[in-house]
């Protein structure tokens, strides 16, 4: 693919434009400045006047060189968006939805290992209605606002390219959704880290699957609630998916799946209690309306709860088809002196009545 802007050196250190012939925007002047698209000449206007106009959807657009693109209100694009698509190591860049509306064909943050790219989303929405690659120095950041994923059909939610590598998504509000239409709807998770600490990650409709070649992990952060929505949790043929639950002060949140079944086969739990200071309760990680296949997670991990204040289990019930963290709390050894003693004293007072 040829580049429709050509980015030149001219004079003392000013960037200059020269156009080609074909389908690419590269917003790239390190004179400096945010793109914000309410402006006249939208996408592509630069500090000291050189202007490219706004991409359509038959083109491809690329933040790098340290900018950030701003969105605020609806912009019609369509096309591949890539944010930090650069081998130069100093490179790095962002999209910020801030409110209004963008459409991609597809999603690319820092393909490169060795660029940096982050979409923020902190209100408004960003639908894609292609691939979502997330490389290693890559973020999707929701904290308001709403990432829709447009496709239909069996696809993969998100990916680490063909690198191979693990960016990261980061849900603390607003949603992120990605829902399968009918039951074979395949929606799989490439090789991407998932933080939820609060908002909505929405996987419902289809199976939810583990990539065959790769393991995405989800990690519930704090007491959020049913923060996670998946209708069919399947990791059977050796798709595996890890679950991270790290506790807050309180307690930590749920991923529910009521609408069908979990396989729980090729899944693993890593638990974290490093916060926790409640006193002795149970905590539900899993609400299914159906537990099938193996019965139990292939590895199960408990660390950060005090080992002499606390004891802990993970409890399978089958009556209910859901999965808890049994916390009990150990009281302490000053606290087994004064039941002794108040236990001797009540047998003393017998004695003497008797």
Request: hydrophobic residues 40%; proline residues 1%.
């Amino acid at each position: 693919m040829n580049m429709k802007l050509k980015l030149a050196i001219a004079g003392a250190g000013l960037l200059s434009f020269s156009a080609l012939n074909a389908d690419t925007f590269v917003y790239g002047n390190t004179a400096g400045g945010n793109w914000d698209n309410t402006a006249a000449d939208g996408w592509a206007t630069f500090p000291g006047g050189v202007t490219g106009g706004l991409p359509t959807s038959t083109d491809s657009a690329i933040i790098h060189i340290n900018k950030t693109v701003v969105v605020n209100s609806a912009i019609t694009f369509g096309g591949a968006l890539k944010v930090g698509n650069s081998n130069n190591a100093t490179h790095s860049a962002a999209l910020s939805v801030q409110a209004g509306s963008i459409n991609t064909g597809s999603l690319t943050t820092a393909y490169n290992v060795t660029s940096t790219g982050a979409v923020d989303i902190s209100g408004g929405t960003l639908t894609n209605d292609g691939a979502l690659v997330i490389g290693t120095n890559g973020s999707l950041n929701v904290s308001g606002g709403a990432y829709v994923d447009g496709r239909t059909g069996s696809r993969s939610v998100f990916d680490g390219g063909a690198l191979g590598q693990n960016g990261v998504i980061n849900i603390s509000g607003g949603s992120f959704t990605s829902n399968g239409a009918v039951a074979g709807d395949l929606l799989t998770l490439e090789d991407s880290t998932v933080n939820v600490s609060g908002g909505t990650l929405d996987l419902q409709g289809g199976q939810l699957v583990g990539s065959s070649s790769n393991t995405a992990t989800i990690n519930v952060i704090g007491a959020i609630g049913n923060a996670i929505l998946v209708d069919r949790l399947n990791t059977s043929s050796n798709r595996t998916i890890n679950f991270g639950f790290e506790f807050d002060g309180v307690g930590v949140g749920t991923v529910v799946s009521t609408g069908s079944y979990i396989n729980f086969s090729s899944i693993n739990i890593a638990i974290d209690g490093t916060d926790y200071l409640g006193g002795t309760d149970s905590f539900l990680l899993f609400e299914s309306g159906n537990i099938v296949g193996d019965t139990e997670a292939l590895s199960e991990s408990i660390v950060g709860f005090d080992a002499g204040s606390y004891a802990t289990a993970i409890r399978y019930d089958f009556t209910t088809d859901d999965v808890y963290l049994d916390v009990t709390a150990i009281p302490e050894p000053g606290t087994y002196a004064l039941l002794a003693g108040m236990t001797g004293l009540v047998f003393v007072m017998v004695r003497r009545r008797s």
